[in-house]
């Protein structure tokens, strides 16, 4: 039987276009790749798998990238993601059952200890029992905000997510409301938290509860990332503001520190050369962007602030449209990200499709 990761993974790879049948149904080939919108089988064209390719190397088969996140890998990793495995026992098992192969024998698989309150391991197994955006009352509330869809797999929806109620809640509040959930991972990927928007049932607005906003786990130094970090970033503090300037600088990685204090304590990449900060117009925005700001430059990274016209660029978005914040960003950027970042017109929705299935055959 193989028992390693990369023995599977040529398996799987010999019998590359069986696994996307199998685990991306609502995909379709076209010439030497599998064409899918995520690993959340989303009908579309955003993530190809290559069918038919070299033995090993970035032309391999069974490789993958999702050109609207940026994320690839191999067989395993597409696996993993679909049937939302936190371990890789567990895929490698998942690929063996898929391959009719002897699944292994661990005694952690038996019994699962339950994870303690608030741990990012409770974290993780919240997020693996979320379900993706689309269709959800969680996109209603995003597109009620003035937010697209966002495919990004660091947001998931629980329809029933358990509510702790404080001093502050009624006597006879409600125990589980639906909840946006958000990924907090470190600069690795790992998920080491979740941060839950509960919701009202309506889709407008948030849960009429006393703290409808928490985040658990280990939170220090990390985030809610939208796309994997080259040389250049945008952080804020807010799911909501950061998703907002995702609208106009689609290709820009951005990441959601989830408040003022974590902003200033957030980890910067090694490859980091060049760092906007989306600041909120508050006193504690001010501080966590001078604070930032100080540690960034500090690092020898250039820093750039971003700021909105009202208290936060959600605010802008709701009040005065995606032109405005296209606007505004604009004369903020540095010049060459302009036409690296910014979308290049205001119905961006339109061009995602292009954007997504830019790639060579």
């Known amino acids: 039987m193989p028992n390693t990761a990369s023995d599977l993974a040529r398996r799987l790879a010999e019998n590359a276009e069986e696994v996307c049948r199998h685990y991306l149904p609502n995909g379709k080939r076209a010439g030497r790749y599998w064409l899918i919108g995520d690993v959340d089988n989303t009908p579309g064209r955003s993530l190809y798998v290559r069918l038919i390719g070299t033995g090993t190397g ?55 200890d339950p994870a303690s309150t608030g741990s990012p391991e409770a974290a993780r197994r ?64 790992t998920v080491t938290g979740v941060h839950r928007t509960w919701l009202n049932p309506s889709g407008r607005g948030k849960a009429p509860v006393a ?68 600041r909120d117009n508050d006193p504690a925005g001010d501080h966590a962007m001078h604070a930032l700001t100080e540690r960034a430059q500090a690092a ?24 405005a914040i296209a606007a505004t960003v604009r004369v903020q950027l540095a010049p060459d990200d302009v036409a690296r970042f910014l979308a290049p017109d205001v119905d961006h929705r339109d061009m995602t499709e292009t954007r997504r299935t830019d790639f060579g055959q």
Request: with cysteine; charged share 25%; aromatic share 6%.
């Open 300 to 323: 020898g990274i250039e820093v750039r602030t971003l700021t909105p016209l009202l208290d936060d660029f959600n605010d802008d978005l709701q009040r005065h449209g995606i032109d």
């Open 126 to 189: 919240l997020f693996a029992m979320s379900t993706p955006v689309a269709g959800t009352l969680a996109e209603t509330y995003l597109r009620n905000r003035g937010i697209a869809l966002s495919r990004k797999i660091s947001l998931r929806f629980h329809p029933r997510c358990y509510y702790r109620a404080n001093t502050d809640d009624q006597d006879d509040v409600p125990t589980s409301w639906p909840a946006l959930i958000a990924a907090v991972t470190d600069l690795d990927g």
């Open 58 to 112: 970035p032309g391999a088969a069974g490789k993958w990238t999702d050109a609207a996140t940026g994320e690839h890998g191999d067989l395993l990793d597409l696996i993993a993601g679909r049937q939302r495995l936190m371990t890789l026992g567990d895929t490698l098992d998942e690929a063996r059952r898929f391959l009719s192969l002897p699944t292994s024998v661990r005694s952690d698989d038996r019994r699962r």
């Open 211 to 278: 703290t409808p906003r928490r985040a658990m786990g280990h939170l220090l130094g990390n985030g809610v990332r939208f796309g994997p970090v080259d040389d250049t970033m945008v952080a804020g503090e807010g799911i909501e503001t950061m998703l907002s300037l995702v609208q106009v600088l689609l290709a820009l990685p951005s990441i959601a520190a989830l408040s003022a204090n974590h902003l200033i304590a957030l980890a910067l990449p090694p490859t980091l050369r060049r760092l906007y900060i989306a």
